[in-house]
């Protein structure tokens, strides 16, 4: 069974850092893609950043330049990085693994506030 457990969500200032972690547990092949997607209140839950088993990315435009997702195939975790954060980017961050079979972590709070 297939797991997804992210952490390093939280609260912090406009243009401060923070750094999200996922680890996935279970039979995973590397040939997948992990990712991150985000969900505020009434709208939809939209890309943030993808990254293959390969290492090919792909980011949304507002966090190009800001944002670094990664990834270390030998214990299937995915990261992002998280600079200059705006007010724009709070919501719920949800890890994402597409091997056929699509699977959701559970979700870790992100607020930038002042």
């Known amino acids: 069974q297939v797991q997804l457990v992210e952490s390093g969500g939280g609260s912090v200032q406009p243009g401060g850092s923070l750094r999200l972690f996922c680890v996935a547990s279970g039979n995973i092949p590397s040939s997948n893609l992990m990712g991150w997607f985000r969900q505020v209140p009434g709208k939809q839950r939209e890309l943030v950043a993808m990254?293959?088993?390969?290492?090919?990315?792909n980011y949304r435009d507002s966090v190009k330049g800001r944002f670094t997702i990664s990834r270390d195939n030998a214990v299937n975790t995915v990261y992002l990085q998280m600079n200059s954060l705006k007010a724009e980017d709070t919501g719920v961050y949800y890890c994402h693994l597409n091997m056929g079979t699509i699977y959701w972590g559970q979700g870790t709070q992100v607020t930038v506030s002042s």
């Open positions: 990254i293959g088993g390969g290492g090919s990315t």
